[in-house]
């Protein structure tokens, strides 16, 4: 797999799972894994991640392009 690929890939994954974050947060979403309830809390600090992982995959994708 080429490296623009898997930045394209990963950067659009990162990109989705931010906005289910981000759309838990604003529409309340319950999340259950098993019995357990997950904590909102837990986007409050996944979104921002998720959010840079995309941007840093975008930052690479146009360093990249500038380079060749």
């Known amino acids: ?5 898997y930045l394209i890939i990963s950067g659009v994954t990162f990109f989705l799972v931010g906005m289910l ?7 309340h979403w319950p999340v259950m894994v098993g019995s ?5 809390s837990l986007s409050y600090v996944g979104f921002p991640v998720a959010i840079g ?3 840093w995959a ?4 146009t360093r ?4 060749k």
């Open 1 to 5: 797999m080429s490296t623009k690929l």
């Open 21 to 27: 974050h981000l759309f838990r947060l604003i529409y």
């Open 36 to 40: 357990t309830l997950i904590p909102h």
């Open 53 to 55: 992982y995309f941007v």
């Open 58 to 61: 975008c930052w690479l994708l």
């Open 64 to 67: 990249r392009g500038r380079a």
